[in-house]
């Protein structure tokens, strides 16, 4: 089976940092494209950032400037550097990842479960 697993949400406060991250395991033949997505509470789920095996990123408006996303290829892991956190970051952080499974397969999207993420004073 394929999982993703989120870490490093928690309560910070506004002006703070958090590092996600997003470990893949399982029987893959490759990962491709990673983005994290968020949702905050009555809102629709939205793309925070992307980057593509090649680490070409992509960042909503909202947090550019403020997140940086990367990936270790190696480690199959991606991470989301979010600095100078803001209130309304407050939202379900999640992990998508184009995943194929055998060499001749399709690219297909995974998720994780997501992690809180509370910006709160």
């Known amino acids: 089976q394929v999982q993703l697993v989120e870490s490093g949400g928690g309560l910070v406060q506004p002006g703070g940092s958090l590092r996600l991250s997003c470990a893949v395991s399982g029987r893959i033949f490759s990962v491709n494209a990673m983005r994290w997505y968020r949702q905050a509470p009555g809102k629709q789920r939205e793309l925070v950032a992307a980057?593509?095996?090649?680490?070409?990123?992509n960042y909503a408006d909202s947090v550019k400037g403020r997140f940086t996303i990367s990936r270790d290829n190696a480690k199959n892991t991606m991470y989301l550097q979010m600095n100078s956190l803001k209130p309304e970051d407050t939202a379900v952080y999640y992990c998508?990842?184009?995943?194929?499974?055998?060499?001749?397969?399709?690219?297909?999207?995974?998720w994780g479960q997501g992690t809180q993420v509370t910006v709160s004073s």
């Open positions: 998508n990842a184009g995943i194929r499974r055998f060499y001749n397969s399709d690219d297909t999207n995974y």
């Open positions: 980057i593509t095996t090649g680490g070409t990123t």
